[in-house]
């Protein structure tokens, strides 16, 4: 069924926005500004309702390429090259959803991801193989600001298929080196850029205040557990360098393995038993550019999150990224004046560098410049959209459509014969990961019998120590 003709390009842009994660969300709002004049399809792995968060709802991408007709299908961003439908539904389901998966066979996992994509051929949750659907095969493809070294962690015929549908791609651009270097090895080519989201400056500018009276901070619960909570609260408490700010907490995605409103209120009591007096307070919204506002007008951002610090970057914020690689990483290449890979010990000192050198014209100019980068490089992308959807022939797109329908059939084939191999492994691991959870288990409610017994065990030698002690009392009377 293909979708009512119009004059408009249509383009499919995929992404994970099919859950509520800050970045992600960013890539789509960032990119459909640079695509005025088309129709923008937001779509992810499984369809989801973002009304509260985006205004719209998100579609499965793999009904809409077999079903509709698109002239562009845009991956928007993230680290996706390791991205297994897997990863992407514990990821995006409510955890009562995700602990019946964990929870199920082998067998039965596998009938539950096929379900949940609708049995669309996705080996890469947000790279779709243009081979696998004929209709959108000849459609132009992007993959932007992506993090791609993952695709090496993927089994080999996997791999193969993924790698094949990027060399056939019309652009790759990537955000950080090791993806880069990766890609040329095996004949991919890529363009090295900030991400997309540093465009934000320009598509939306906003006049920083050098005065404000605000910290944000951003800390992720794994972040949290792995520094200890408490330890990270007195730090803040106890920063000189940032007397006389209030400190505000935000949350960069309530998606599993991200950030909790519970560790933030947690967080904000730990503060407030340090420091009575400093200023401490949870923002509630959820909505990104909400979030995008609260970043730009803070005096100082401390993060754990890659794009808080791209938000505060594009604005000229002072900012501090703690200890965390992939944030450390890409400052480390883009963003290297402004304090990053910080522990807590050193925070108050990154507090007050980055302050310190955030007036510096230089370092203004270098985040300008991440600016005019990344929106040089989603122009140019969205040009070659737009020159293609005007100006490709029916019999150009047919000849693309065939080639690269041509090329996957082999590798289609490759993987259907691995496969059986693969989830017959998976499958021994996945009973003997089983038996192991049950013996924990046992192991464990063994153990609580044993301390109860303990304990009781205890008590009664306690009484009969009592009772002794009572009776010779007694007769000393």
């Known amino acids: 069924m293909s979708a009512a003709p119009s004059d408009r390009p249509r383009i499919l842009t995929v992404g994970a926005y099919e859950r509520d994660n800050f970045g992600d969300l960013l890539f789509l709002l960032v990119t459909e500004k640079y695509l005025p004049g088309t129709q923008i399809v937001a779509a992810a792995p499984f369809a989801a309702d973002m009304t509260d968060l985006l205004d719209r709802k998100v579609v499965a991408f793999g009904d809409l390429l077999r079903e509709q007709e698109f002239d562009a299908v845009w991956s928007v961003g993230g680290e996706i090259g390791g991205t297994t439908v897997e990863s992407a539904y514990r990821m995006s389901m409510p955890p009562e959803v995700y602990a019946g998966y964990t929870d199920a066979p082998y067998a039965r996992k596998r009938e539950m991801l096929a379900e949940s994509v609708n049995g669309a051929p996705i080996v890469a949750g947000y790279i779709p193989t243009p081979g696998a659907f004929p209709l959108n095969a000849g459609a132009t493809t992007i993959v932007n600001s992506a993090g791609l ?13 993924i790698l094949d549908g990027l060399r056939r791609a019309d652009a790759v651009s990537v955000r950080d080196t090791t993806s880069h270097d990766f890609l040329n090895s095996v004949g991919v080519d890529n363009s090295l850029v900030p991400d997309v989201v540093h465009a934000i400056g320009a598509i939306d500018p906003f006049d920083r205040d050098p005065d404000a009276d605000n910290v944000v901070v951003q800390v992720s619960n794994a972040i949290l557990r792995q520094v200890g909570r408490k330890r990270f609260a007195q730090a803040l408490a106890e920063s000189r360098n940032l007397d006389g700010l209030r400190i505000r907490l935000l949350l960069a995605g309530t998606a599993t393995g991200h950030d909790s409103f519970e560790a933030m209120e947690q967080l904000a009591a730990d503060i407030a038993g340090f420091a009575p007096s400093r200023e401490v307070e949870i923002i509630a919204d959820r909505r990104p550019m909400d979030l995008v506002d609260h970043i730009r007008r803070a005096r100082v951002v401390l993060s754990s999150s890659l794009h808080v610090r791209i938000i505060s970057a594009s604005y000229g914020i002072p900012r501090v990224t703690v200890t ?20 807590v010990p050193d925070l108050d000192a990154a507090f007050g560098r980055a302050l310190e050198i955030g007036e510096r014209d230089e370092v203004l100019e270098a985040s300008r410049e991440l600016t005019r980068l990344a929106d040089s490089n989603v122009r140019s992308l969205a040009d070659l959209v737009l020159t293609a959807a005007t100006e490709r022939t029916p019999a150009q797109r047919e000849e693309r459509a065939t080639e690269r329908i041509t090329a996957y059939e082999p590798l289609l084939a490759q993987r259907l014969a691995c496969e059986p191999h693969e989830h017959r492994v998976r499958g021994e691991l996945d009973e003997a990961r089983r038996e192991l959870r049950a013996t924990r288990a046992e192991l464990n409610a063994t153990r609580r019998e ?8 205890l008590r009664r030698r306690a009484r009969r120590v009592a009772g002794k002690v009572k009776r010779r009392v007694s007769r000393r009377g």
Do not use: N
């Open 149 to 161: 070294t993952g695709v090496r962690s993927r089994p080999v015929h996997v791999r193969e298929e």
């Open 324 to 343: 965390r690689p992939k944030p450390t990483r890409y400052a480390a290449h883009w963003d290297a004046q402004m304090p990053y890979g910080i522990d």
């Open 450 to 457: 044993l301390d109860e017994v303990r304990a009781a065990t």
